[in-house]
């Protein structure tokens, strides 16, 4: 399976799409882990009167009404952007995976149940529920976001999970590894995890682009991330008042968004051609 995975990912690179969005995925990544070092106090505001200032030399993508310095702003907020989306992707994916895994393999009973509350938790619209969950906080703490996206967010990863097990659940390695007497546990973790691999990298690859996407319309309707913590939403909310006279304050922000959710989508794209066993 490694040298499948590798091949895969190789494709995935070959292809002039998925090159050009890893690159873009991978220095947006960089920018926001090491911008913030680099660049002025996001959350400085050096003249609360003066009002929003055009891009300069001084501030290559101008200053906000309270005269923080945007550029600043975006970086920060691609790293809370990126780090929201990357720990709630990584949380959902966990459980995801584990309810699969073991609904596909134990089947029966336990197969049933788990299914038919994923199925009653598919019903219920993602973000409904993220409503009213961020709603019992007055100001939710980042930690506390990231894990109510990240444990709304499983329920099709352990369908795509277990479909991928029931698949494999009568493979010839698998009733070998049986016969030999490997427990449940070991045959889950050192025979079928490994070859639902890649479909897992395609989920959480194109799930980055989605959480990005919820969190900036959580922070935009005032429920994500709180000021003074700057975040891709919020600054598009905090330019509202300033959207005519002041655009480049929205507008920046708004194309970070754009360009890592397309990034992450072609990328996904890209990896799901790749695993696809038609290009094989």
Do not use: C, K
């Not at 873009?24 to 911008?35: N, Q």
């Not at 030999?180 to 070859?195: E, F």
């Amino acid at each position: 399976m490694t040298g499948s995975l590798a091949r895969a990912l190789w494709l995935a690179w070959r292809s002039p799409t998925g090159r050009i969005a890893a690159i873009t995925f991978l220095l947006m990544a960089l920018v926001a882990l090491i911008g913030p070092h680099l660049l002025a106090d996001p959350t400085l505001i050096p003249d609360a009167v003066s009002g929003a200032a055009a891009p300069s030399a001084s501030h290559p993508l101008g200053t906000d009404q309270l005269s923080r310095d945007v550029l600043s702003r975006v970086v920060s907020g691609a790293r809370v952007s990126l780090a929201v989306a990357a720990l709630a992707v990584a949380l959902s994916l966990t459980v995801g995976a584990a309810v699969g895994l073991i609904a596909g393999y134990a089947g029966g009973l336990t197969d049933a149940v788990l299914m038919r509350l994923v199925d009653g938790a598919l019903a219920v619209p993602r973000l409904f529920v993220l409503l009213l969950l961020v709603l019992v906080w007055d100001r939710i703490p980042l930690a506390a976001l990231i894990l109510v996206i990240g444990v709304t967010g499983w329920f099709g990863t352990s369908r795509l999970v277990r479909g991928e097990v029931l698949r494999l659940r009568r493979a010839e390695f698998v009733q070998a590894a049986e016969a030999l007497g490997a427990t449940p546990g070991r045959i889950i973790l050192r025979h079928l995890l490994p070859n639902v691999a890649g479909p897992l990298i395609v989920t959480a690859t194109l799930g980055l682009g989605d959480v990005i996407l919820l969190e900036a319309g959580l922070s935009f309707l005032g429920l994500g991330v709180q000021p003074p913590t700057p975040s891709w939403g919020g600054m598009i909310l905090d330019a509202r008042p300033v959207l005519l006279t002041a655009p480049w304050t929205s507008l920046f922000p708004g194309l970070a968004i754009l360009i890592t959710v397309l990034a992450a989508n072609l990328l996904g794209e890209a990896l799901q051609s790749a695993f696809d066993p038609r290009t094989a």
